[in-house]
């Protein structure tokens, strides 16, 4: 999004919640948590790996990095959540 609020764009699209027909609802998955690089690049983020976006087990989610200026996504290690970048390195 812009700094004046406009030109949104979904970047990491997920599914926190489904509902039934008996109006019940589950969690189906852990939201990710989008952590920004050092210079507003790229992110670091969680997400569910599985086709039917039904994790419940940490080494069914991914740690993924986002390049903004690319936007391309990519997969650094499959099992893991909440990732952050190390700036002490």
Same mark, same amino acid.
């Given at each position: 999004?812009?700094? *004046? =609020? &406009?030109?949104?764009?979904?970047v990491?699209? /997920?599914?926190?919640?489904?509902?039934?027909?008996?109006?019940? $609802?589950?969690?189906?998955?852990? @939201?990710p948590?989008?952590?920004?690089?050092s210079?507003?690049?790229? +992110?670091?983020y !969680?997400?569910?790996?599985?086709? $039917?976006? @039904?994790? !419940?087990? +940490? *080494?069914? /989610? =991914?740690?993924?990095?986002?390049?903004?200026?690319t936007?391309s &996504?990519?997969?650094?290690i499959? =099992?893991?959540? *909440?990732?952050?970048w190390?700036? /002490?390195?």
């Amino acid at each position: 999004m812009d700094v *004046n =609020g &406009e030109n949104d764009e979904m970047v990491v699209p /997920y599914k926190s919640m489904i509902s039934f027909s008996d109006g019940s $609802r589950e969690f189906r998955m852990n @939201n990710p948590v989008l952590n920004w690089s050092s210079d507003s690049s790229k +992110i670091v983020y !969680h997400k569910c790996m599985l086709a $039917r976006d @039904n994790c !419940h087990d +940490i *080494n069914e /989610y =991914g740690i993924f990095i986002y390049d903004l200026k690319t936007d391309s &996504e990519e997969l650094i290690i499959e =099992g893991g959540m *909440n990732p952050s970048w190390n700036y /002490y390195k």
